[in-house]
């Protein structure tokens, strides 16, 4: 299983930003995958940014994201997504999806199996 994270960039405090994550590969059980989103700030630990269940009905937040981050999923498409909005300086990181058979949604990194290489998002003040 390979994840193709995307659709980073420089992008100044209060804008919006899309990042794209495609699965290829061994991905018949896509559809059955807890799919994330993490991000790491240089010095930091791996943050847990949202995660979104097989359906998508059910979506998880890290705190500091919560109101302002949406993430999606198109499961004919193989395709997670995570719609930033006001993005803030403090968000600048690399973005990595993930993706976990877990049946749960879960912010612990311990639990994805797959990472993708990320997404660098910088954001200026």
């Known amino acids: 299983v390979q994840l193709q994270a995307s659709g980073g960039g420089l992008v100044q405090a209060g804008a919006s930003l899309t990042l794209s994550c495609a699965a290829s590969g061994d991905t018949d059980d896509f559809v059955y995958w807890v799919m994330g989103w993490f991000r790491q700030a240089p010095g930091q630990e791996r943050d847990f940014v949202a995660a979104i269940s097989w359906t998508g009905s059910d979506q998880y937040y890290g705190e500091s994201v919560k109101g302002r981050f949406t993430i999606r999923r198109d499961n004919e498409k193989r395709t997670v997504s995570l719609q930033m909005r006001k993005v803030k300086p403090e968000d600048s990181a690399i973005y990595f999806c993930?993706?976990?058979?877990?049946?749960?949604?879960?912010?612990?990194?311990?639990?994805?199996?797959?990472w993708g290489q990320g997404t660098q998002v910088t954001v200026s003040s």
């Open positions: 993930a993706s976990s058979s877990e049946l749960s949604l879960r912010s612990s990194p311990e639990k994805y199996e797959h």
